[in-house]
């Protein structure tokens, strides 16, 4: 399984972008799938998820200006990102838990794609 991101860029304070990431390989399943994020010298931390069924959780310094989405035909989640601040400047990553049969499971990682937010 390999997820592949992309869209990240340089862009000025109160603009957007989206990004987006697919899953290709062989698998049963993608149940949640997410976009975490590290900037310089911090811890990587979540930014937002979704389930299969659409449930959506954000962390609470992108509630309102991010918006996760997701295409299960397509094994594909999206971030759109708008209000961008310089703060969200950060490596972000793609994450799925991903299911090899009904019973097995694991997390994999896309490689990252940088957002850097500046005028």
């Known amino acids: 399984v390999q997820l592949q991101a992309s869209g990240g860029g340089l862009v000025q304070p109160g603009g957007s972008l989206r990004l987006s990431c697919a899953a290709t390989?062989?698998?049963?399943?993608?149940?949640?799938m997410g976009w975490y994020r590290q900037a310089p010298g911090k811890q990587r931390e979540l930014v937002a998820d979704i389930t299969r069924s659409g449930d959506t959780d954000y962390a609470h310094s992108v509630k309102g200006r991010f918006t996760i989405s997701r295409d299960n035909a397509k094994n594909t989640v999206y971030l759109q990102m708008n209000s961008l601040k310089p703060e969200d400047t950060a490596v972000y990553y793609c994450?799925?838990?991903?299911?090899?049969?009904?019973?097995?499971?694991?997390?994999?990682w896309g490689k990252g794609t940088l957002v850097t937010v500046s005028s």
């Open positions: 390989g062989s698998f049963f399943m993608i149940t949640s």
């Open positions: 994450n799925a838990f991903v299911a090899s049969d009904p019973w097995n499971g694991m997390d994999y």
